[in-house]
């Protein structure tokens, strides 16, 4: 049974978050005429970015596995199980406030089109609401099951090509704006399943106890440097080979912060790691204005120079997370008496 935090898990998510937090806000305000495609720093910026979605849901399957095979509770005896389906419609119900514009619902009297296509946090939770769903069924095969979840994202990924493109236009757009890339939302179920998926077979055979972290790291990271730069077998499958390459890089970056494991236990980076969504809410409210529809987005979309946008995502990051990690502190108090003060609970 599983009983120590994985503390390089934690700072993994703390570096994702962070390199979200920048890459939303230099995606969404650094002027396009401005950019050269072309260019190193461009290039290694703008393929960094599309490894954090892949690392998220991937620790989402681990992490909560994890979590569900450390109690000593088994099916639906096991806390966590309800703690997780709490966690699932919390994490839903975040991701459509977050898409609300009061001043659009009441100027027209309508939900935007954003409004229905499901985000990051409406997949992670409905990769809970899988992983619970699994559980219960599986949970007697024991650490078979690590196969069954590695042969799920294996069969997710090398089918991608045969279920993109389905619009699924005799569903309602609210649930089809669930399933697929050519639906028009961001995320999907799939293929980002997968990495759920395979992050919950990670669980099952990662050990119990982690002294040869080390080990782990170079088993990691080798398996990374394949399927990242060396994967003919998957490349076979055309379209579908940045999927593997994903999960390449992922678990690279996994190898790579359990050789760090000794440097970040009880950490800053480890502090980080566990205020992800609370940073997400944040820097989603300042970027792109929810609830009021007015953002950094609203007044300086597409605008500013390499320069200033650079300058401007540093603050960006340090700012959000100052607020976030001193809340607790200083904000909290502060409210609590404002709240007590109107009579508040």
Request: with cysteine; aromatic share 18%; charged share 15%.
């Amino acid at each position: 049974m599983l009983r120590q935090r994985l503390y390089f898990i934690d700072a993994l998510r703390a570096f994702a978050i962070l390199m979200m937090l920048q890459g939303h806000l230099i995606s969404g305000l650094l002027d396009p005429s401005t950019i050269d495609p072309n260019h190193f720093v461009y290039q290694l910026w703008y393929y960094c970015r599309g490894f954090t979605a892949p690392v998220f849901f991937t620790i989402t399957g681990w992490v909560f596995m994890f979590l569900l095979l450390r109690n000593g509770e088994s099916g639906w005896a096991n806390p966590r199980v309800k703690k997780g389906l709490k966690r699932a419609v919390e994490l839903i119900l975040w991701g459509y406030a977050l898409r609300l514009s009061f001043v659009y619902l009441l100027s027209s009297g309508k939900l935007t089109k954003t409004f229905m296509q499901p985000d990051v946090l409406h997949i992670i939770g409905l990769g809970l609401v899988f992983l619970v769903g699994s559980y219960l069924i599986l949970h007697k095969l024991g650490k078979i099951n690590a196969l069954v979840f590695f042969l799920i994202t294996v069969a997710v990924f090398s089918t991608n090509t045969l279920y993109t493109d389905i619009v699924f236009d005799r569903l309602p757009y609210f649930i089809a704006a669930y399933l697929t890339k050519a639906n028009g939302a961001v995320f999907y179920i799939l293929p980002w399943l997968g990495y759920v998926s395979f992050g919950a077979g990670i669980a099952y055979i990662f050990p119990t106890q982690t002294k040869k972290l080390r080990l782990w790291s170079l088993a990691f990271i080798a398996t990374g440097f394949v399927l990242s730069f060396h994967n003919q077998l998957f490349g076979q499958l055309g379209d579908t080979d940045f999927l593997f390459v994903r999960l390449g890089d992922v678990l690279l970056l996994f190898g790579f912060f359990m050789l760090l494991e000794p440097l970040i236990r009880q950490s800053l980076w480890q502090k980080i790691g566990t205020k992800t969504l609370s940073l997400y809410i944040v820097h989603y409210v300042i970027l792109y204005g929810s609830f009021t529809s007015i953002g950094l987005y609203k007044f300086y979309k597409e605008s500013l120079s390499w320069q200033v946008t650079v300058v401007g995502a540093l603050g960006f990051v340090v700012g959000i997370t100052a607020v976030v990690l001193l809340y607790p502190i200083t904000l909290k108090p502060w409210v609590g008496r404002v709240r007590r003060g109107l009579g508040l609970k």
